[in-house]
């Protein structure tokens, strides 16, 4: 019998959302929520960047640009529930159970922790514990419980993300064998026409090369950081590749699809880089114009987006306490009488 579908999906509160992140996630994100067809859970994941940063005013700040990014972009916070992930006292409290049950074995073939050893055995030192925290070899198991928790069916993520979910995956079938039918088995949705954006140099744009372009930058500086985007040294009126093109691969993650053709024709007729960037820039900034105002309103009211989130934990916390007391119980922590 098909039942509702739930997705759920967490993004780490360790950066200031780029135009990437907005492609990838944010508006498949805020599409989501709009089917009646399925019950949604997001969360700003501030317990997974406590792994991955260790500056205090990043996170927080990062965790009130993620969530006004999420709001101004159109996400109702009716329709889905919105909360943080430190607000659920039941997430830790189930990670720690899901660890007595989780294989070592399973988490060192974690791709993100094998990376981390592999770079630390080639580096001078030779220690390959170097750097590594529990919490990062445990991240996968925090994850778990994110997902477990909520008895989500369907976790929409990055392809780097997979391995963590079907990890996820392995421990609920491990709990069920061990205690009972109690955890739903999670799949990872990959969207694979999701565009992954090329950034400023053409690699994927991304925090760690340093090449993005920040969705809500204001306007003069989202222009500046438009005539930066790397091009070839091909002339105004030379015919152009767009499949070759950082500019090309931005605009068609915005535009419709008879624009993207239109612009192909475009690129064949030769159109000028220094034009191409002027026009991507005024398409873009119209997109996205009403939405960073919005997020200016809501990064100037930080008592506005607490009290939302707030209110999304109050609607989680319905879920997962009562789960996590049955939990508790198959588990063997139970009231003695
Ligand atoms: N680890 C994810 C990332 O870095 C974020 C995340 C944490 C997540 N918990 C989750 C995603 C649960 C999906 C489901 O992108």
Redesign the pocket.
């Known amino acids: 019998m098909p039942t509702m579908d739930t997705v759920?999906?967490?993004?780490?509160t360790t950066g200031t959302p780029h135009i990437g992140n907005y492609v990838g996630a944010i508006r498949p994100a805020v599409t989501a929520s709009t089917r009646e067809d399925a019950r949604t859970f997001f969360f700003l994941?501030d317990y997974?960047a406590l792994v991955k940063s260790t500056d205090p005013d990043q996170i927080a700040r990062s965790t009130l640009e993620i969530a006004a990014a999420w709001l101004a972009s159109g996400l109702d916070p009716e329709k889905v529930v919105l909360y943080r992930q430190s607000d659920i006292p039941e997430i830790p409290e189930l990670a720690w159970i899901l660890t007595c049950v989780t294989a070592k074995g399973l988490m060192n073939r974690a791709h993100a922790y094998k990376a981390a050893v592999a770079e630390n055995e080639a580096g001078a030192g030779k220690d390959p514990d170097r750097g590594i925290t529990m919490g990062l070899f445990s991240y996968p198991i925090l994850?778990a419980a994110?997902?477990l928790m909520f008895k989500a069916n369907k976790?929409p993520?990055?392809r780097d993300?997979k391995q963590?979910v079907e990890m996820a995956r392995d421990v609920a079938a491990r709990f069920n064998h061990h205690f009972g039918k109690t955890f739903v088995l999670p799949d990872a949705v990959i969207n694979d026409e999701t565009a992954v954006l090329p950034g400023l140099d053409g690699r994927k744009m991304s925090k760690s090369y340093g090449n993005t372009i920040p969705v809500f930058l204001p306007e003069n500086r989202l222009r500046k950081a438009f005539m930066k985007i790397r091009t070839n040294s091909q002339l105004p009126h030379e015919p152009k590749d767009p499949d070759d093109s950082t500019l090309f691969a931005i605009y068609k993650a915005f535009a419709t699809p008879g624009e993207t053709e239109a612009m192909r024709a475009r690129y064949r007729e030769g159109i000028g880089w220094g034009d191409m960037k002027r026009f991507l820039f005024e398409y873009v900034n119209d997109h996205l114009s009403a939405a960073r105002e919005e997020h200016g309103r809501l990064l100037a009211a930080p008592d506005h987006v607490e009290r939302l989130l707030r209110q999304g934990a109050m609607k989680a916390r319905a879920v997962s306490r009562p789960f996590l007391d049955e939990i508790r119980s198959r588990v063997g922590l139970r009231p003695l009488g």
Do not use: E, F, N, Y
Not at 8 to 12: N, Q
């Open positions: 759920l999906t967490g993004i780490t994941a997974h994850m994110d997902i976790v993520v990055g993300q963590h």
